[in-house]
Structures are given as structure tokens and as C-alpha cells.
């Protein structure tokens, strides 16, 4: 496996209502906010499309 295929967690913060949470950066489903229910990431087949801001990648 190479360097770059490792997927990792990622802490992400809610445009909405700025809830900090952390998601899995090859999330194979659609991950909302847990306090507004906003989409944060959406599944691509690969790496996740996030909607929100990145705060760190843990």
C-alpha cells in the first residue's frame, strides 16, 4: 500500500452551526452534522467530498 492510499480521520468543523466533529476521509456513506444534520462529507468511491471546513487530519 502506498503512502498516499492510507485513509485517515479527518476533524471537520459545521459551516452551520459550527459543531467540531471527527469523520473518516474514505467515508462510504453520506455523514451529517450530529447537531444540525447538515451534510458534511459525501461519498465518492474513494475519497470523501467534504463540505465542511478541515480543521486537522488526525
Known amino acids: 500500500m502506498e503512502v498516499n492510499k ?3 480521520f479527518i476533524r ?3 459551516a452551520k452551526c459550527k459543531n467540531e466533529q471527527i469523520i473518516f476521509g474514505s467515508a ?3 455523514v451529517k452534522c450530529l447537531v444540525c444534520e447538515k451534510p458534511l462529507c459525501e461519498p465518492t468511491g474513494g475519497k470523501a467530498k ?3 471546513r478541515i480543521l ?3
Do not use: D, F, N, T
Open 6 to 8: 492510507i485513509s485517515k
Open 12 to 14: 471537520v468543523r459545521c
Open 28 to 30: 462510504a456513506s453520506l
Open 50 to 52: 467534504v463540505k465542511a
Open 56 to 58: 486537522e487530519v488526525v
